[in-house]
Structure formats: structure tokens, C-alpha cells
């Protein structure tokens, strides 16, 4: 992204309805029978924010609450200083990207980004200029007479972001906006909406599962599991200081916790890992499958002090490379070539001993 984009959140506002800063200052509490998504979001003016996490962790409860089409049991909900809590959904200044787009079938492409600002009270032929001209900028201008049938999913996609973006919104929510999508259209479609993201002044919010989409598109990650944050950051902070195990599978990183004192982590739940780092207290440690060296026998002579007795439970094939899953000592993911593991015969059950340099484990403070 070219553009400089402000880390700063917006400053606490003094009362609803008063106007004290830019951007989105919430806090969303929503019930759903059991479930309880308790969530505090806040972006400045340009900021793309992702909210990633595993399914039915409130990601699209968040979204549904930011649109207005939840309501809110408790917390806050502020745009640009304004308080939308009350403001009927179709009255805020907020764009909604469906994940199946939600298209109107019988309107040509150019009627349907032209809702949009109909809605909002333009006239037909401002409405259907407007269109056009949005049409023109997503490089759609040829494909403004066809119905959505007509349309390719990335074409499809892009009308829906046109329709959003013809409002002009303060916030433009996208739920899950590369799902509906091929593996290979995704590729060209995401560095589209990438770019897209980038120009877009205000504030976007997209909902996703996927991490290379939020990685791409985002400037700041928000994780969510249990209806909480569990981690927020940028994708590099993230993928680098995991804290939670869903966070580390997601980035294909070991990750424990313990007690560190100097190089040593102590484990709250296996054993002292060596680490090239010094610290003291709360740890965690991470480390790649790829730094985990496995062996049939315990390598004679060996000075590895992060050395574990492992077995087996399964085995994965990644491209050209083999994921074991291993119990023992420390449950640990190990990557290794398929020759090395036809080599060692790993098989489901098969002790194996797992070496990993200190140097190439990573601890932080917990
Ligand atoms: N209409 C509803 N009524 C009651 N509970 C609901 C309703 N919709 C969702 N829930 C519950 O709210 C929780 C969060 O669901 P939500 O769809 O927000 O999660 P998500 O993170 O978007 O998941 P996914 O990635 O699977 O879409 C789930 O436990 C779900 O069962």
C-alpha cells in the first residue's frame, strides 16, 4: 500500500451524538441466546480492518451489528463522532459487500450500483451518472447493460463494491468478500479489491476466515474467538507473536507458553524449552514446523538441549512437504521431505526423537 495510514485510534468521545473524532469508535455487545459477543473496535480515517477468526467466533455478528441489522445489547456505536446506535440501518453513512453480493437479478449492472444512491434520495439520472462513473473506475463500463447472470463472480463482486462505494459510506463493511470466488479468480480479484481498500478514505471493516485475505487486504488484524479479541495487531506483529493456538495454526507456528528465566522457558505444560532469547516471567515460544529436525533414534552424541521423545499420530501431505503431527514429551507439528520421511518410516505410532535449535525458536512476553 502506498499510502501512509494513521495507527491512531480516535479519541474518546464526550457524548452521544457529539462530534470529537474521525473514524469508528464501537464497542459491540450483542446476545444471541447463549452466545455473547463482546467486542471493542476502533479505526482511523483509511485503516482496513479484518476481522479474522475461526467459525461462529462473532465475526459476522459483528458485522451485522456494525450495519444496524443486529441491534446492540449494551456498548457503543460511533462514526465520525456520531452516534449510530440510534440511526435506522438505511439512514447510516455505512456500505454493505454481501458475501454472495445479494445482486438485484432482474437490474442491469448499471441499476444496481445506481440503488445505491437512489436510495440515499439522488435523482435518476444523478444516480444512474454516479453509477457509471463507478462502473468506469472498476473497469466495468462495458458490462453496464448485463444482468448479475451475465456477470463472472470477480465482475459481480466488483458491481456489489460499486454499489457500496456509489453512497460514498463512512464505513464499508465486506463479509467474507472473496468466498464466493474460484481459486484462481480469488487471486486476481483480491489484488483488485487490495488496491480498491488502498484509495477508499474511510474506514473498511471486512470479516474473513481466510488469513492470506486478511494478510493482503488488511492494515490491522483483529482476532476473534469466543465472542472476545483475542489478539489484535498488524499482520506481521500477529503472524510473528501469536497468542493463542488458533492464531498460531492459522500462521503454521508452534506455539507454547511458560516461565522464562534467561534462555530457558519453562512450560506450563511439558518441558523447559532452550530459546536464544532473555527473558523473564511470562512467555511464549514459538517455532516453525520447518526448524523441527526429526530423528529414528536419539542422535548419539548429540548436545541439542531441545530434544523430545515424540510419536506419531499423523501424518499430511503439504505440496511437496510431509506435516506430522507429534504427541509425546512436547506436542509438536514437524515439516520434513517426503524422502526424509519415507527414510525415517514415519507411520502413525512410530516413536521418532524432535531436535530444534535454540536459535530458531522465537520467545516474547506473555
Ligand atoms: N440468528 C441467530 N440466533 C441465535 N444465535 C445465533 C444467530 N446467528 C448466529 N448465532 C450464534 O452466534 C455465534 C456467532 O455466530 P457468527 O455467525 O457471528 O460467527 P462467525 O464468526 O461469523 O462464524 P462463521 O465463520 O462460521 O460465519 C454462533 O455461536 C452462532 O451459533
Redesign the pocket.
Known amino acids: 500500500m502506498t499510502r501512509p495510514r494513521s495507527t491512531t485510534a480516535p479519541t474518546e468521545p464526550t457524548g452521544a451524538g457529539t462530534r470529537t473524532a474521525d473514524g469508528l469508535d464501537a464497542r459491540l455487545v450483542v446476545d ?2 447463549a ?1 455473547r459477543l463482546d467486542v471493542a473496535l476502533t479505526a482511523a480515517p483509511g485503516d482496513v480492518v479484518a476481522l479474522l ?1 475461526p ?8 458485522l451485522r451489528a456494525l450495519a444496524g441489522l443486529v441491534p446492540l445489547t449494551d456498548g457503543h456505536l460511533r462514526l465520525d463522532g456520531v452516534a449510530l446506535d440510534r440511526t435506522p440501518p438505511e439512514s447510516r453513512p455505512v456500505g454493505v459487500v454481501f458475501q454472495d453480493y445479494l445482486l438485484f437479478p432482474h437490474l442491469t449492472a448499471l441499476d444496481n450500483v445506481a440503488f445505491g444512491p437512489r436510495c440515499r434520495g439522488a435523482s435518476k439520472a444523478d444516480a444512474r451518472a454516479r453509477a457509471a462513473a463507478w462502473l468506469d473506475r472498476m473497469g466495468l463500463a462495458d458490462h453496464a447493460g448485463a444482468k448479475p447472470r451475465r456477470l463472472s463472480g470477480g465482475q459481480a463482486q466488483r458491481v456489489a463494491l460499486a454499489r457500496a462505494l456509489a453512497t460514498h459510506p463512512r464505513l464499508l463493511l465486506l463479509d467474507e468478500p472473496l468466498a464466493a470466488l474460484d481459486a484462481r479468480t480469488r487471486l486476481e480479484v483480491r489484488g483488485r479489491l487490495r488496491r480498491h481498500l488502498a484509495e477508499f478514505e474511510a474506514v473498511a471493516v471486512l ?1 474473513t ?1 481466510d488469513p492470506l485475505d486478511a494478510m493482503v487486504l488488511a492494515d490491522r488484524l483483529v482476532v ?1 474467538e469466543h465472542g472476545r479479541v483475542v489478539q489484535e495487531g498488524t499482520p506481521a506483529d500477529v503472524a510473528r507473536r501469536p497468542r493463542t493456538d488458533y492464531v498460531a495454526r492459522l500462521v503454521g507456528l508452534n506455539l507454547y507458553r511458560g516461565r522464562a528465566d534467561g534462555p530457558t522457558v519453562r512450560l506450563d505444560a511439558g518441558p523447559a524449552v532452550t530459546t536464544g532469547e532473555d527473558l523473564t516471567g511470562p512467555a511464549f515460544v514459538a517455532f516453525p514446523p520447518d526448524a523441527v529436525t526429526l530423528y529414528g533414534e536419539r542422535p548419539a552424541g548429540s548436545s541439542a538441549r531441545n530434544l523430545w521423545r515424540c510419536e506419531v499420530v499423523g501424518l499430511e501431505t503439504h505440496g511437496d512437504r510431509i506435516r506430522a503431527d507429534l504427541t509425546g514429551e512436547l506436542p509438536l507439528a514437524a515439516d520434513l521431505t517426503t524422502v526424509a520421511a519415507a527414510e525415517l518410516g514415519l507411520r502413525p505410532g512410530a516413536p521418532v526423537w524432535a531436535a530444534v535449535k535454540a536459535t530458531q525458536t522465537h520467545a516474547y512476553p506473555a
Do not use: E, P, Q, S
Open positions: 444471541r441466546g452466545f477468526g467459525n461462529g467466533a462473532g465475526k459476522t455478528t459483528a470479516v476466515h476473534v
